[in-house]
Protein backbone atom coordinates (compact mmCIF):
# COMPACT_ATOMS: atom_id res chain seq x y z
CA UNK A 1 0.00 0.00 0.00
CA UNK A 2 1.64 3.33 -1.29
CA UNK A 3 1.65 5.95 1.20
CA UNK A 4 0.55 9.66 0.06
CA UNK A 5 3.00 12.60 1.54
CA UNK A 6 1.24 16.12 0.94
CA UNK A 7 3.91 18.96 1.21
CA UNK A 8 1.95 21.88 2.18
CA UNK A 9 2.72 25.27 0.31
CA UNK A 10 3.98 27.01 3.57
CA UNK A 11 6.54 24.00 3.87
CA UNK A 12 7.42 24.64 0.10
CA UNK A 13 8.42 28.98 0.62
CA UNK A 14 10.26 28.21 4.01
CA UNK A 15 12.43 25.62 2.70
CA UNK A 16 12.78 28.60 -0.35
CA UNK A 17 13.27 31.57 1.77
CA UNK A 18 15.66 29.43 4.24
CA UNK A 19 17.69 28.35 1.26
CA UNK A 20 17.64 32.19 -0.31
CA UNK A 21 18.90 32.99 3.62
CA UNK A 22 21.72 30.58 3.25
CA UNK A 23 22.96 31.96 -0.33
CA UNK A 24 22.93 35.90 1.15
CA UNK A 25 24.74 35.37 3.89
CA UNK A 26 27.33 33.63 1.66
CA UNK A 27 27.58 36.46 -0.21
CA UNK A 28 27.59 38.63 2.44
CA UNK A 29 30.05 36.45 4.35
CA UNK A 30 33.01 39.32 4.57
CA UNK A 31 30.70 41.54 6.02
CA UNK A 32 29.36 39.55 8.17
CA UNK A 33 33.11 39.01 9.47
CA UNK A 34 33.85 42.75 9.42
CA UNK A 35 31.01 43.27 11.97
CA UNK A 36 31.95 40.00 14.02
CA UNK A 37 35.44 41.77 14.23
CA UNK A 38 34.16 44.56 15.27
CA UNK A 39 32.33 42.97 18.03
CA UNK A 40 35.37 41.40 19.55
CA UNK A 41 37.21 44.61 19.61
CA UNK A 42 34.05 46.47 21.40
CA UNK A 43 34.11 43.57 23.97
CA UNK A 44 37.54 44.07 24.61
CA UNK A 45 37.40 48.04 24.67
CA UNK A 46 33.90 48.19 26.94
CA UNK A 47 35.02 47.24 30.19
CA UNK A 48 37.41 50.16 29.78
CA UNK A 49 34.45 52.32 28.08
CA UNK A 50 32.16 51.87 31.31
CA UNK A 51 34.54 52.02 33.74
CA UNK A 52 35.19 55.85 32.51
CA UNK A 53 31.49 55.74 32.33
CA UNK A 54 31.20 55.15 36.15
CA UNK A 55 33.24 57.83 36.72
CA UNK A 56 30.53 60.42 36.09
CA UNK A 57 32.31 61.03 32.16
CA UNK A 58 29.88 60.86 29.42
CA UNK A 59 29.49 57.98 27.06
CA UNK A 60 30.55 59.99 24.26
CA UNK A 61 33.59 61.44 25.78
CA UNK A 62 34.08 57.85 27.44
CA UNK A 63 34.34 56.26 24.41
CA UNK A 64 36.47 58.57 22.57
CA UNK A 65 38.84 58.50 25.28
CA UNK A 66 38.90 54.83 25.36
CA UNK A 67 39.64 54.85 21.26
CA UNK A 68 41.83 57.74 20.68
CA UNK A 69 44.39 56.49 23.86
CA UNK A 70 44.38 52.76 22.28
CA UNK A 71 45.23 54.12 18.62
CA UNK A 72 47.66 56.59 20.28
CA UNK A 73 49.60 53.71 21.78
CA UNK A 74 49.19 51.75 18.45
CA UNK A 75 50.75 54.75 16.55
CA UNK A 76 53.24 55.75 18.87
CA UNK A 77 54.73 52.06 19.02
CA UNK A 78 54.42 51.97 15.07
CA UNK A 79 56.55 55.29 14.81
CA UNK A 80 58.94 54.33 17.26
CA UNK A 81 60.33 50.83 15.92
CA UNK A 82 59.22 52.33 12.38
CA UNK A 83 62.27 53.49 10.86
CA UNK A 84 64.63 50.54 12.36
CA UNK A 85 61.87 47.74 11.48
CA UNK A 86 62.13 48.85 7.90
CA UNK A 87 65.54 48.75 7.87
CA UNK A 88 66.30 45.60 9.37
CA UNK A 89 63.51 44.26 7.05
CA UNK A 90 64.54 44.94 3.93
CA UNK A 91 68.13 43.74 5.15
CA UNK A 92 66.62 40.65 6.40
CA UNK A 93 64.90 40.13 2.89
CA UNK A 94 68.48 40.29 1.00
CA UNK A 95 70.05 38.23 3.62
CA UNK A 96 67.29 35.33 3.82
CA UNK A 97 67.17 35.61 -0.05
CA UNK A 98 71.03 35.20 -0.50
CA UNK A 99 70.82 32.14 1.84
CA UNK A 100 67.99 30.49 -0.28
CA UNK A 101 69.71 31.45 -3.26
CA UNK A 102 72.97 29.11 -1.26
CA UNK A 103 70.93 26.32 -0.11
CA UNK A 104 69.45 25.74 -3.98
CA UNK A 105 73.08 26.11 -5.15
CA UNK A 106 73.44 22.47 -3.36
CA UNK A 107 70.13 21.30 -4.24
CA UNK A 108 69.21 19.84 -7.80
CA UNK A 109 66.34 22.32 -8.24
CA UNK A 110 66.56 24.66 -11.43
CA UNK A 111 67.21 27.82 -10.56
CA UNK A 112 65.89 29.58 -13.76
CA UNK A 113 62.84 28.26 -12.42
CA UNK A 114 62.62 30.28 -9.11
CA UNK A 115 63.85 33.37 -10.96
CA UNK A 116 60.47 32.97 -13.55
CA UNK A 117 58.31 32.74 -10.37
CA UNK A 118 59.89 35.81 -8.72
CA UNK A 119 59.18 37.20 -12.26
CA UNK A 120 55.92 36.30 -11.82
CA UNK A 121 55.28 37.80 -8.02
CA UNK A 122 56.96 41.22 -9.54
CA UNK A 123 54.28 41.65 -11.87
CA UNK A 124 51.40 40.95 -9.66
CA UNK A 125 52.56 43.65 -7.52
CA UNK A 126 49.94 45.98 -8.82
CA UNK A 127 46.99 43.19 -7.54
CA UNK A 128 49.37 43.26 -4.11
CA UNK A 129 48.30 46.93 -3.73
CA UNK A 130 45.23 46.93 -4.49
CA UNK A 131 44.46 44.13 -1.73
CA UNK A 132 46.42 46.24 0.55
CA UNK A 133 43.89 49.50 -0.29
CA UNK A 134 41.12 46.81 -0.08
CA UNK A 135 42.09 45.90 4.19
CA UNK A 136 42.65 49.15 4.99
CA UNK A 137 39.47 49.72 3.87
CA UNK A 138 37.68 46.94 5.89
CA UNK A 139 40.21 48.47 8.81
CA UNK A 140 38.26 51.36 8.63
CA UNK A 141 35.47 49.76 8.83
CA UNK A 142 36.25 47.88 11.66
CA UNK A 143 37.07 51.11 13.59
CA UNK A 144 34.08 52.91 12.49
CA UNK A 145 31.22 50.05 13.38
CA UNK A 146 33.09 49.33 16.69
CA UNK A 147 32.59 53.00 17.66
CA UNK A 148 29.08 53.11 17.04
CA UNK A 149 28.49 49.63 18.80
CA UNK A 150 30.49 50.88 21.65
CA UNK A 151 28.46 54.35 21.45
CA UNK A 152 25.25 52.48 21.09
CA UNK A 153 25.46 49.22 22.44
CA UNK A 154 22.46 48.98 25.22
CA UNK A 155 20.33 50.05 21.75
CA UNK A 156 21.25 47.09 19.77
CA UNK A 157 21.44 44.95 22.69
CA UNK A 158 18.12 45.48 23.40
CA UNK A 159 16.98 45.68 19.82
CA UNK A 160 18.82 42.27 19.61
CA UNK A 161 17.08 40.26 21.81
CA UNK A 162 13.55 41.90 21.22
CA UNK A 163 12.54 39.03 19.07
CA UNK A 164 12.91 36.29 21.34
CA UNK A 165 9.75 36.89 23.31
CA UNK A 166 9.36 35.17 26.65
CA UNK A 167 12.88 34.34 26.26
CA UNK A 168 14.44 37.91 26.14
CA UNK A 169 16.64 37.91 29.27
CA UNK A 170 18.42 34.62 28.66
CA UNK A 171 19.26 35.49 25.56
CA UNK A 172 20.20 38.61 26.83
CA UNK A 173 22.55 36.59 29.48
CA UNK A 174 24.38 34.56 26.68
CA UNK A 175 24.79 37.51 24.38
CA UNK A 176 26.63 39.74 27.28
CA UNK A 177 28.55 36.34 28.29
CA UNK A 178 29.46 36.38 24.73
CA UNK A 179 30.90 39.36 24.84
CA UNK A 180 32.87 38.89 28.36
CA UNK A 181 34.26 36.13 26.72
CA UNK A 182 35.37 37.75 23.29
CA UNK A 183 36.92 40.47 24.89
CA UNK A 184 38.70 38.36 27.28
CA UNK A 185 40.28 36.35 24.21
CA UNK A 186 41.28 39.46 22.34
CA UNK A 187 42.98 40.96 25.44
CA UNK A 188 44.54 37.85 26.33
CA UNK A 189 45.69 37.23 22.77
CA UNK A 190 47.43 41.17 22.92
CA UNK A 191 49.24 40.22 26.18
CA UNK A 192 50.61 36.57 24.59
CA UNK A 193 51.63 38.66 21.57
CA UNK A 194 53.57 41.47 23.41
CA UNK A 195 55.22 38.68 25.66
CA UNK A 196 55.90 36.09 23.11
CA UNK A 197 57.34 39.12 20.89
CA UNK A 198 59.79 40.52 23.79
CA UNK A 199 60.71 37.08 24.58
CA UNK A 200 61.45 36.29 21.31
CA UNK A 201 63.55 39.53 20.78
CA UNK A 202 65.66 39.06 24.43
CA UNK A 203 66.79 35.31 23.29
CA UNK A 204 67.57 36.30 20.05
CA UNK A 205 70.18 39.10 21.08
CA UNK A 206 71.40 36.74 23.62
CA UNK A 207 72.05 34.55 20.83
CA UNK A 208 73.57 37.32 18.57
CA UNK A 209 70.69 36.64 15.59
CA UNK A 210 70.78 39.43 13.23
CA UNK A 211 67.38 41.04 12.65
CA UNK A 212 66.23 40.26 15.98
CA UNK A 213 63.67 42.83 15.67
CA UNK A 214 61.70 41.79 12.75
CA UNK A 215 62.02 38.46 13.61
CA UNK A 216 60.58 38.56 16.95
CA UNK A 217 57.73 40.99 15.98
CA UNK A 218 56.95 37.99 13.09
CA UNK A 219 56.47 36.01 16.18
CA UNK A 220 54.44 38.40 18.10
CA UNK A 221 52.09 38.74 15.20
CA UNK A 222 51.61 34.82 14.47
CA UNK A 223 51.28 33.83 18.17
CA UNK A 224 47.01 34.56 17.04
CA UNK A 225 47.39 31.98 14.80
CA UNK A 226 46.91 29.03 17.04
CA UNK A 227 49.49 25.84 16.51
CA UNK A 228 50.87 26.81 13.29
CA UNK A 229 51.87 30.13 14.19
CA UNK A 230 54.90 29.40 15.81
CA UNK A 231 56.40 27.21 13.79
CA UNK A 232 56.05 29.64 10.78
CA UNK A 233 57.47 32.42 13.00
CA UNK A 234 60.33 30.14 13.52
CA UNK A 235 61.63 29.20 10.43
CA UNK A 236 62.89 32.49 8.79
CA UNK A 237 65.15 32.78 12.22
CA UNK A 238 66.34 29.35 11.79
CA UNK A 239 67.26 29.45 8.17
CA UNK A 240 69.00 32.76 9.02
CA UNK A 241 70.59 31.21 11.72
CA UNK A 242 71.59 28.32 9.41
CA UNK A 243 73.66 30.57 7.06
CA UNK A 244 75.99 31.12 10.03
CA UNK A 245 76.65 27.60 11.19
CA UNK A 246 73.80 24.51 12.50
CA UNK A 247 75.16 24.65 15.67
CA UNK A 248 73.27 28.75 16.16
CA UNK A 249 70.30 27.04 14.06
CA UNK A 250 69.87 24.74 16.59
CA UNK A 251 70.10 27.43 19.32
CA UNK A 252 67.29 29.08 17.51
CA UNK A 253 65.37 26.26 16.97
CA UNK A 254 65.75 25.41 20.92
CA UNK A 255 64.79 28.95 21.25
CA UNK A 256 61.50 28.90 19.88
CA UNK A 257 60.59 25.55 21.65
CA UNK A 258 61.48 26.66 25.26
CA UNK A 259 59.18 29.63 24.41
CA UNK A 260 56.52 27.87 23.14
CA UNK A 261 56.77 25.56 26.01
CA UNK A 262 57.11 28.06 28.88
CA UNK A 263 54.21 29.70 26.67
CA UNK A 264 51.91 26.03 26.67
CA UNK A 265 52.67 25.67 30.26
CA UNK A 266 53.20 28.91 32.37
CA UNK A 267 51.84 32.07 29.95
CA UNK A 268 48.81 30.95 28.60
CA UNK A 269 47.02 29.28 31.61
CA UNK A 270 47.64 32.76 33.32
CA UNK A 271 47.12 35.14 30.38
CA UNK A 272 43.54 33.03 29.39
CA UNK A 273 42.67 31.84 32.69
CA UNK A 274 39.33 34.24 32.42
CA UNK A 275 38.75 32.77 28.53
CA UNK A 276 36.86 30.15 27.57
CA UNK A 277 39.07 27.06 27.33
CA UNK A 278 38.69 25.08 24.26
CA UNK A 279 40.11 21.39 23.41
CA UNK A 280 43.07 21.15 21.48
CA UNK A 281 41.69 19.10 19.19
CA UNK A 282 38.70 21.07 18.59
CA UNK A 283 41.25 23.92 17.77
CA UNK A 284 42.97 22.44 15.50
CA UNK A 285 39.39 21.06 13.70
CA UNK A 286 38.10 24.67 13.97
CA UNK A 287 41.45 26.36 12.13
CA UNK A 288 41.21 23.82 9.57
CA UNK A 289 37.43 24.12 8.94
CA UNK A 290 37.89 28.26 9.06
CA UNK A 291 40.74 28.10 6.83
CA UNK A 292 38.75 25.68 4.23
CA UNK A 293 35.60 27.82 4.53
CA UNK A 294 37.26 31.32 4.58
CA UNK A 295 40.77 31.31 4.25
CA UNK A 296 43.26 33.04 6.60
CA UNK A 297 40.67 35.00 7.66
CA UNK A 298 38.90 31.97 8.72
CA UNK A 299 41.35 30.70 10.40
CA UNK A 300 42.64 33.52 13.01
CA UNK A 301 38.87 33.69 13.57
CA UNK A 302 38.22 30.01 14.09
CA UNK A 303 39.35 29.80 17.48
CA UNK A 304 36.28 33.01 18.89
CA UNK A 305 34.16 31.68 16.76
CA UNK A 306 34.17 28.57 18.31
CA UNK A 307 34.32 29.76 21.54
CA UNK A 308 30.40 31.69 20.41
CA UNK A 309 29.53 28.09 19.35
CA UNK A 310 30.42 26.42 22.49
CA UNK A 311 28.87 29.30 24.70
CA UNK A 312 25.78 29.10 23.16
CA UNK A 313 25.21 25.45 23.11
CA UNK A 314 25.84 25.03 26.70
CA UNK A 315 23.81 28.04 27.53
CA UNK A 316 20.88 26.37 25.12
CA UNK A 317 21.48 22.96 27.10
CA UNK A 318 20.81 24.68 30.68
CA UNK A 319 17.87 26.42 28.80
CA UNK A 320 16.33 23.08 28.04
CA UNK A 321 17.17 21.59 31.03
Known amino acids: MTRRIDISYRTIIFIAVFLLSLWILFLIRDIILLVFVAFIVMSALYPIVNKLNSWQIPKTLSVLLTFFTVMGILVAVITLGFTPLISETSNLTTRLADALSALLQVSLLDQSIIRQEMSKISGQLLNITFDVLRDLIALVSILVITIYMLLDREKIE ?33 VLSLLIGAMTYAGLLILGV ?41 LVTGLYVAIQQLEGHVVVPQVMRRAVGLNPLLVILAISVGGRLLGIGGALLAVPIAVVIQLVLQETLKVEE
Do not use: D, H, M
Open 158 to 190: NYATSFFGVRQEKVQKILRLVEEKLGAWLRGQV
Open 210 to 250: EFALPLAILAGLLEVVPVIGPIIAAIPAVLLALTVSPFQAG
